[in-house]
């Protein structure tokens, strides 16, 4: 089992930054791809971005491509998603996600997922 938790959101104006951590624990973490996701109100989970074992290599949607980086330090067992330049559609329920192995990047689902936690940007 991989235990996954998310921190770091909250409400922000639009135009402004926030950076999620999600901490994982359980089992080697350099074993797991990582990946975040996010649920709009109202609409599905969507993939937003993933991230390699070494972090080496990176995958990101559209919609945040250029405004979001994702970034991991195997030494701390954490993933980050640095959001910069946020948008009112950029509210979600955003989720930290692992792989074993393969990336997560769509229609590859993570083997666990985090509790999420909330952002909201104001217009």
């Known amino acids: 089992q991989v235990q996954l938790v998310e921190s770091g959101g909250g409400s922000v104006q639009a135009g402004g930054s926030l950076r999620l951590s999600c901490a994982a624990s359980?089992?080697?973490?350099?074993?797991?791809?990582m990946g975040w996701f996010r649920q709009p109100p109202g609409n599905k989970r969507e993939f937003v971005a993933a991230?390699?074992?070494?972090?080496?290599?990176?995958y990101y949607a559209d919609s945040v491509k250029g405004r979001f980086t994702i970034s991991r330090v195997n030494a701390k067992n954490t993933v980050y998603l640095q959001m910069n330049s946020l948008k009112s559609e950029d509210t979600a329920v955003y989720y930290c996600?692992?792989?074993?192995?393969?990336?997560?990047?769509?229609?590859?689902?993570?083997?666990?997922w985090g509790q999420g936690t909330q952002v909201t940007v104001s217009s």
């Open positions: 991230i390699n074992w070494s972090g080496s290599n990176t």
């Open positions: 996600a692992a792989a074993f192995l393969d990336v997560p990047t769509p229609p590859k689902e993570p083997d666990y």
């Open positions: 359980g089992r080697t973490f350099s074993d797991y791809a």
